[in-house]
């Protein structure tokens, strides 16, 4: 091999003549060629992977959750292998505690979840029987005394239905959402399998990654991945952290103040607090209107959006402070635009996720951008 | 299996060397460099090895550069084989030869503590395998390992101090020349 002389001689400190020109274009073309090659190779297999894309939905899911709890659990098992406890030792000593702690909720609260969701199911198969029973009837609450035109039976059929129906979707979103969570049990093993090979063996997919990059884009791109995932990593945390306060308080608060389907609507005010602005109130609603429906009580509405607006205080003021990255914080403005972008392409869900995609795009662009400033990238072979 | 003569199966094209040189080697060699160099010569075999976790392996090509000058610094390297030329940039956009590093050797321990500007750039002066410790990884292993990491620092902290203090001599002797020279402004 004509490289493999030229090295030789000069690690035996010998000049290195200039290789003669016929030879120099054959390496050249050579060298093309393998390029060409190769990208040949990779659009080949980049258009493969698209279409594979759609089949492997399923896949991809089990392995972005796989990432996102290993991102919220390596440090935890970071901190136990500190006691000089080795890192598959740690991780199952971390399982263990996540085990016992989700033993000791689920034994204490199953009754109370269990009776709500058996009243939600027994609510669907009642509506399904005969769906001219209505649950929510607003001419009992006499709200023509304030508002007069509520008198009027047509509206009041009209209200009660819109309210009804919307409710009704919602809850059944609820309903079938924990079902679907509830019947991917084998998908939760396949994702703590993965979880625990991803916190083992992390640093060397880690490292294959970065390995891979050529020379001149090396330090960059570690750098880059070093700051992408602590900060992302740190904000999965801080929105978990907060969605799981959140929930439990709104699930106190509504708990004591008799909401029917407290834990459901509770729950699901802590997941909603992840989109900023818009969740808390969307999570405040299907209170207000469960509570004002069961009691038609006005002073209990105000209850259920003083408890909500005492829970957002606490919220802003003693836990996101400490656990939500600002650096990872978008602008109003964008957050309602990727909001509305959200939900056209992917309705609630879209809603739900279109402000932690942005998020971690906004990271990931910055850094990149940050990289490109300062790394010299061109000219790297000059000298 | 790489080659007695320390040549690398895939040293022409860096790109596929970083991919696939790594089957070919045992990880004894890497913790025998490491055991070679002041930063590493206290620990044992198993603390090597923690640190073998840590560490990438690149290859450069003769010509190509490790790090420019004024780049934000991430860690250190140390020389498994080859050489490399540690210059400053002049400003008639030339290059002036301050050292040369050959197995065994490290440079760029300073970026190791923070992401200061590069102070000069590096420049592989022949095919070269380099290890290099970046300061992520060293801080998670701080993270993890506190006590291995706080050896490493002590170590680190041991050279930049004897550094430090040769530097300080150097100074004192070059002060001890001025004021024994009359010079008359």
């Known amino acids: 091999m004509p490289d493999t002389t030229q090295a030789t001689k000069a690690r035996a400190g010998e000049s290195q003549p200039l290789p003669a020109t016929g030879k120099y274009l054959v390496q050249l073309s050579d060298d093309f060629f393998f390029k060409f090659l190769r990208m040949i190779v990779a659009l080949v297999a980049l258009f493969y992977v698209v279409q594979l894309l759609p089949k492997l939905s399923g896949v991809l899911t089990t392995l972005v959750a796989a990432i996102l709890i290993t991102a919220v659990l390596d440090p935890i098992v970071s901190l136990v292998e500190r006691s000089n406890i080795n890192r598959i030792s740690a991780i199952i000593l971390v399982y263990l505690l996540i085990f016992l702690g989700l033993s000791v909720v689920v034994r204490t609260s199953w009754p109370l979840i269990s009776k709500q969701f058996t009243s939600l199911a027994h609510y669907f198969e009642s509506m399904e029987a005969d769906p001219s029973v209505s649950a929510f009837d607003i001419s009992r609450f006499n709200l023509g005394k304030s508002i007069p035109f509520l008198n009027l039976p047509s509206v009041q059929e009209k209200i009660t239905s819109n309210i009804e129906s919307s409710l009704t979707e919602f809850l059944r979103i609820l309903f079938d959402g924990v079902i679907t969570v509830l019947s991917s049990v084998p998908y939760l093993i396949i994702i703590a399998f993965a979880v625990f090979f991803f916190l083992k063996d992390g640093w060397k997919i880690k490292r294959a990654l970065i390995q891979s990059m050529p020379n001149r884009y090396f330090e960059m791109s570690l750098i880059i991945l070093d700051k992408t995932t602590t900060q992302l990593s740190r904000y999965i945390r801080g929105q978990l952290i907060v969605s799981l306060a959140v929930g439990s308080l709104s699930i106190i608060a509504l708990t004591l103040l008799g909401v029917r389907y407290s834990v459901i609507i509770g729950a699901v005010a802590g997941i909603a607090n992840m989109i900023p602005y818009f969740g808390p109130i969307a999570g405040a609603i299907p209170a207000i209107i469960m509570g004002f429906m069961d009691t038609g009580s006005f002073a209990m509405v105000m209850a259920i959006a003083g408890a909500f607006a005492a829970i957002q205080l606490t919220e802003n003021v003693l836990i996101s402070p400490y656990v939500v990255a600002r650096s990872v914080e978008l602008h109003p403005l964008l957050i309602i635009i990727v909001i509305l972008i959200g939900q056209a392409l992917m309705g609630i869900w879209g809603m739900l996720l279109a402000v932690p995609v942005a998020s971690i795009l906004k990271v990931i662009i910055s850094e990149i951008r940050w990289g490109i400033l300062n790394y010299r990238l061109k000219d790297k072979e000059l000298l | ?185």
């Not at chain 2, 299996?1 to 860096?14: I, K």
């Not at chain 2, 002036?96 to 440079?107: H, M």
Request: charged fraction near 30%; proline fraction near 4%.
């Open chain 2, 1 to 185: 299996m790489p080659a007695d003569n320390g040549q690398f199966p895939f040293s022409t094209d860096s790109f596929w060397g970083n991919i696939f040189s790594r089957k070919s080697r045992s990880l004894d060699d890497i913790t025998y460099t490491l055991s070679k160099s002041v930063l590493f010569a206290s620990m044992n075999k198993a603390e090597l090895q923690e640190f073998e976790k840590i560490i990438h392996r690149r290859t450069f090509k003769a010509n190509e550069a490790v790090f420019w000058e004024g780049e934000p610094g991430v860690g250190m390297y140390i020389v498994k084989s080859g050489s490399v030329g540690i210059y400053n940039i002049t400003p008639d956009h030339g290059k002036k030869e301050i050292a040369v590093l050959k197995s065994g050797e490290f440079f760029g321990e300073l970026a190791l503590l923070d992401d200061s500007p590069r102070s000069a750039t590096c420049i592989s002066k022949e095919n070269s395998e380099i290890i290099g410790l970046f300061r992520p990884d060293l801080f998670g292993l701080l993270e993890r390992k506190p006590r291995l990491g706080n050896k490493f620092l002590f170590q680190l902290a041991t050279v930049i101090g004897e550094r430090l203090r040769e530097k300080n001599r150097e100074l004192y002797a070059y002060k001890s020349k001025l004021d024994s020279t009359e010079i008359i402004v």
